[in-house]
Nanobody
Framework: QVQLVESGGGLVQAGGSLRLACAAS????????MGWYRQAPGKQRELVAR???????NYGDSVKGRFTISRDNFKLTVYLQMNSLKPEDTAVYYC?????????WGQGTQVTVSS
């Protein structure tokens, strides 16, 4: 069982930055992959960024070059640094983790980017 708690969402103007944090209840080294996903109203949940146990990362096309995923194994936390935010980045952002082929999700945090 993995519990995930997100923080760091909020309201920001276009062009601004936010950093999201996802605290896990287990060692990150025991998790196959962790990632950030987002869901805007009326749209499907989509991948934002993902990092594997080995440190490999991949990003959604719409955020490449603007967002960076990182982790702190000692703090059991994965971060999403979001720069150059756009109104279309507005969504609920979810932290997800895969462990032994099972997916776990946080409760989500709202990010709103005003124009």
């Amino acid at each position: 069982q993995v519990q995930l708690v997100e923080s760091g969402g909020g309201l920001v103007q276009a062009g601004g930055s936010l950093r999201l944090a996802c605290a896990a209840s287990v060692s990150l080294n025991s998790i196959d992959a962790m990632g950030w996903y987002r869901q805007a109203p009326g749209k499907q949940r989509e991948l934002v960024a993902r990092i594997t146990r080995g440190g490999s990362t991949n990003y959604g096309d719409s955020v490449k070059g603007r967002f960076t995923i990182s982790r702190d194994n000692f703090k059991l936390t994965v971060y999403l640094q979001m720069n150059s935010l756009k109104p279309e980045d507005t969504a609920v952002y979810y932290c997800g983790a895969t462990l032994w082929l099972r997916d776990y999700w946080g409760q989500g945090t709202q990010v709103t980017v005003s124009s």
